[in-house]
């Protein structure tokens, strides 16, 4: 199969801190590569690739908020050869979904976000002008608030086991990884430390003018008394972190579509305590791989919980529900759908 393959105009995949859809995206390309398939990938220069390269920007121009040419450019660089393939995976974003509307290539777009308030409606609207463009989900609990969307198939993420060692070891501190947004919670991870009275390491992302503001009124205050916050963190510092810790904490309270975050803890053996929102149920197995709670404050006692778990067991699970290989066919499968869709409909 010719695939193109559209990632997200702003920064370079693999990413080097952090990036969950840059993530993502590299996986998929090589495995399709790897499965057989002629797979180009529209990227940001310097991006690393089994699969043809297709660079509009020689160097990743950095996510610029509200900027509409760079990404129109990127996305136009892979429509404009539209017919050269059997099928069009875009995860750019919304733009790249509604540019559907102007092939007759079957476009099987990935949701990498939330469909709840503004970014519901606009899917809305995308599916008026284009009606024929299939979507995929990364969780079903993602598709909640728009159930009758053009949904193909259910796609979760997945993780390159081998640059994820797991490692058995009884870390002492707890972690928190993410970015310094209130949804993902670091300041609940904060009350969870304090409750325990064990450290806590807090590693993410703080770039936004609205993560500063958080972190300066939420966070900041409390970086005393081993509670400390180590900025960014690049792929072989997160692993490091992941595998000493002793539980890593999810106390997030949105519907987020998936949590790369819990399943890289689980392949390093480490159990994650999470709160039930978004995808949490469907990516921990409660009381197998991990430990799910309504609240946070109800944190502190799963603690006991989560120390039962055997690391070898977590990491089993992970290499079963989240392998490359089961993500590649889940795509190819969506694939195979809307090229016979676009083809029965073209009778
Ligand atoms: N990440 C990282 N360094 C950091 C913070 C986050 O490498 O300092 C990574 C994290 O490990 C994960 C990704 O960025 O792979 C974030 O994806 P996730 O799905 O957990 O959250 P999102 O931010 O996309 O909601």
């Not at 310097?46 to 699969?51: C, D, E, L, N």
């Not at 750019?92 to 503004?118: K, R, Y």
């Not at 790369?260 to 995808?279: F, H, K, N």
Request: glycine share 8%; proline share 7%.
């Amino acid at each position: 199969m010719k695939v193109a393959v559209l990632a997200p105009a702003w920064f370079a995949v693999p990413p080097t801190g952090y990036g969950g859809i840059e993530w993502v995206v590299s996986l998929l390309a090589d495995g399709l590569v790897e499965a057989g398939h002629d797979v180009t990938l529209f990227a940001a220069g310097g991006s690393h690739t089994k699969a043809k390269l297709a660079a509009v920007f020689p160097e990743a121009p950095g996510r610029q908020i509200g900027r509409t040419f760079p990404e129109l450019k990127h996305a136009l660089s892979c429509f404009a050869h539209a017919d050269e393939f059997d099928v069009i995976n875009d995860h750019s974003g919304m733009l790249g979904a509604a540019l559907g509307a102007t092939t007759s290539t079957p476009l099987v777009h990935t949701v990498h976000g939330p469909l709840d308030g503004e970014p519901g409606e606009i899917y809305e609207l995308i599916a008026r002008v284009a009606p024929q463009v299939g979507l995929v989900s990364i969780s079903m609990n993602q598709r909640k608030p728009k159930p009758h969307l053009n949904w193909i198939a259910n796609c979760p993420n997945a993780l390159d086991f081998s640059v994820y060692p797991c490692k058995p070891h009884r870390g002492d501190y707890l972690l928190f990884l993410g970015r310094l947004s209130p949804d993902k919670g670091a300041h609940r991870a904060i009350a969870v430390a304090m409750a325990t009275g064990l450290p806590l390491k807090i590693a993410g992302k703080l770039q936004e003018a609205k993560e500063r503001e958080y972190f300066h009124e939420l966070v900041e205050p409390h970086l005393v008394d081993g509670i400390e916050y180590l900025g960014e963190v690049t792929h072989g510092e997160k692993v490091e972190l992941l595998q000493n810790a002793r539980a890593t904490l999810f106390p997030i309270e949105w519907e987020e579509p998936f949590g790369l975050v819990m399943i890289e803890s689980m392949a390093c053996g480490t159990p994650v305590i999470a709160t039930r929102w978004g995808a949490v149920p469907e990516v921990i197995e409660h009381g197998r791989s991990g430990i799910v709670v309504d609240r946070y404050t109800e944190m502190p006692e799963a603690l006991e919980a989560a120390d039962q778990l055997d690391p070898w067991e977590l990491r089993r699970y992970v290499e079963e529900e989240f392998s490359s290989q089961r993500m590649v066919r889940d795509y190819v499968r969506a694939y195979e759908a809307a090229i016979a869709g676009a083809s029965s409909s073209a009778a």
